[in-house]
């Protein structure tokens, strides 16, 4: 799937073209009032969200060293399986990190009760969850801001393959303490466009200063990203594609949900993680799937899992018949 820009004979015709366009030898940069960035605009209007609150940077990577790394925060609240960079940025820093025991959210939850927390405080949880697809519910989010007192950085980096891909803006637009970040990573397929955006209504200070573009976006990926936008047919295609991502997803999921080597967890990302009790099953299993793309393997926090990135129907077969020997 990871190639549907290539293999789709409509888009692959479509981005042709807007190379041609967009590579036309004018690469300078004058944006004098950063409110009147053209992919602000367009993003705004995509999400039906006031520009004020949205803030462009080249993917939610960036946002990740630049929200974690400001002088704000007392602790930065990490869950132990997490999108790994986080982490990393997270113990660069000369602040507490607390890595937050994570085999489901409803762990996090009952393991942040143990902590007193302040207002300065920092929670990043993915949701999707980078480890398993699972997604924070809007009960989940309210016990959370209930009992954590701080600011809570939720990455829907995977919300597009959920059942619900407005995801929590609603609840960020509702309250100051949510910092949304949002990615054309997976939901376009486009990691190497390097775009993504922050939704808030907290005001950070310097924070649009800091991701001032062009030193974020490059032009060319913000006039692509701005042509998609507004164009219809194009936004469907990826819906479509995203639909049967779904669907085989969910297809892989009701065959591999009783194998007894392995718990296969429902997710609401384009991905299945398979978590493993032993050592021994996790190698044999991996082993099974060896030279298919999109396998990984993890041992993280004393949790052993592989992840099965979800491609066409003939690559779940393919799973499925390896697994099954
Ligand atoms: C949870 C999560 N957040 C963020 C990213 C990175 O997103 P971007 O490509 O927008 O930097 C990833 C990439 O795998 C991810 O899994």
Not at 15 to 20: E, I, P, T
Not at 164 to 192: D, H, Q, V
Request: aromatic content about 12%.
């Amino acid at each position: 799937m990871a190639s549907v820009w290539k293999d789709n004979k409509i888009l692959k015709k479509w981005y042709k073209k807007r190379c041609l366009d967009f590579f036309d030898g004018n690469f300078n940069f004058n944006l004098t009032d950063l409110m009147s960035d053209p992919l602000l605009d367009a993003i705004s209007k995509d999400i039906g969200v006031n520009k004020e609150y949205i803030y462009l940077g080249a993917g939610i990577s960036q946002f990740i060293g630049v929200i974690l790394s400001m002088d704000c925060w007392k602790n930065i609240y990490i869950p132990s399986i997490e999108f790994g960079l986080y982490l990393r940025q997270g113990e660069k820093l000369d602040k507490k990190l607390i890595k937050v025991p994570s085999s489901s959210l409803e762990e996090i939850l009952t393991n942040l009760k143990k902590y007193k927390t302040s207002e300065n405080d920092l929670l990043c949880v993915s949701s999707p969850r980078w480890f398993d697809g699972e997604m924070l519910s809007k009960e989940q989010l309210n016990m959370l801001l209930e009992s954590f007192k701080g600011t809570i950085v939720i990455d829907e980096a995977y919300v597009d393959y959920s059942s619900n891909e407005k995801g929590l803006l609603n609840e960020c637009l509702n309250n100051e303490r949510i910092i949304l970040l949002r990615s054309f990573s997976k939901k376009y397929f486009a990691a190497g466009l390097r775009v993504g955006y922050l939704v808030t209504t907290k005001s950070i200070e310097g924070l649009r200063n800091t991701l001032i573009p062009p030193h974020s976006i490059s032009t060319f990926s913000a006039n692509l990203s701005i042509s998609l936008l507004n164009d219809k047919d194009v936004v469907e295609l990826f819906s479509n594609t995203r639909n049967y991502v779904r669907k085989n997803r969910d297809t892989l999921y009701e065959y591999l949900k009783n194998n007894a080597r392995f718990e296969a967890r429902e997710s609401q990302a384009n991905f299945l993680t398979l978590q493993f009790s032993s050592r021994d099953e996790l190698e044999k299993t991996f082993n099974d799937l060896k030279g298919l793309p999109g396998i990984q393997k993890f041992e993280i926090d004393n949790t052993l899992f592989l992840k099965i990135w979800i491609s066409d129907a003939r690559f779940s077969n393919v799973v499925l018949t390896r697994i099954n020997g």
